[in-house]
């Protein structure tokens, strides 16, 4: 069983670690995702460390260790923490204060994720929204920022002008529920496409507006890749 429990945490890509209790208590285990993560050489390294080096500013680990002893256990808290070289890093931390047979703290199980990549692809998407935004305003055009699964999160005003929705009515929704019966396989097969990475080439369909009738407009599909995947189709 033993083993078994290795082998799990051997092989998952999120960093898993044990340390003493303690302000000061240094590591007891780490997997090899945790030795990656901080960008430590060996196992043997990352031991030989203070978990405090890793926080970006200790004093944060303090406040940390003082709720969790209050709550036994802290689930995907976003922390700062930093690598072994003194990077930056988002982490989501999740622990647990194991207690011995006294009731006293005798070490904490913990799970951590690197999530920095994710942030700043958020945070450049954001942007990208903001970008959008203002060229939106001024065009008579609806443009429109749809996510891999369909849904509209971003729409300009004109929306209104020529689906008879403000776009406040439109974002949150599935773009496929304002599409005529008749087209909405070749929508689908276009959309899957831009999802895939190829810009859609202007072509003609029906969306249904909000009177009812079906109105005919031109559209193109064009991915958003932030980093080197697909985010979404504008």
């Not at 890793?54 to 406040?63: H, Y």
């Not at 009515?169 to 999802?195: G, P």
């Amino acid at each position: 069983e033993k083993e078994r429990y290795k082998s799990l945490t051997d092989n998952i890509s999120l960093g898993i670690y044990r340390s003493k209790a303690g302000p000061t208590g240094g590591f007891i285990e780490a997997n090899p995702a945790m030795i990656r993560i901080f960008g430590f050489k060996s196992k043997q390294e990352i031991l030989a460390g203070k978990p405090d080096d890793l926080w970006w500013i200790p004093s944060d680990r303090e406040e940390f260790l003082k709720r969790l002893r209050d709550l036994e256990h802290i689930e995907g808290e976003e922390v700062i923490l930093k690598s072994r070289d003194g990077e930056k890093m988002i982490c989501s931390i999740s622990v647990v204060a194991v207690r011995g047979p006294r009731g006293q703290v005798e070490f904490y199980d913990g799970v951590i994720e690197d999530i920095t990549e994710r942030r700043r692809l958020e945070l450049d998407l954001e942007k990208n929204h903001e970008i959008l935004r203002g060229f939106a305003q001024a065009s008579p055009d609806m443009i429109f920022h749809i996510d891999l699964d369909g849904n509209i999160v971003f729409c300009s005003p004109s929306s209104e002008k020529i689906m008879g929705y403000p776009a406040s009515e439109l974002l949150h929704s599935n773009f496929r529920n304002y599409i005529s019966s008749e087209n909405s396989m070749l929508i689908s097969k276009k959309f899957e496409t831009a999802c895939s990475g190829t810009v859609v080439q202007p072509f003609d369909f029906e969306v249904v507006h909000k009177n009812g009738e079906k109105v005919e407009i031109e559209i193109n599909f064009t991915p958003i890749i932030l980093g080197k995947q697909v985010s979404g189709v504008q």
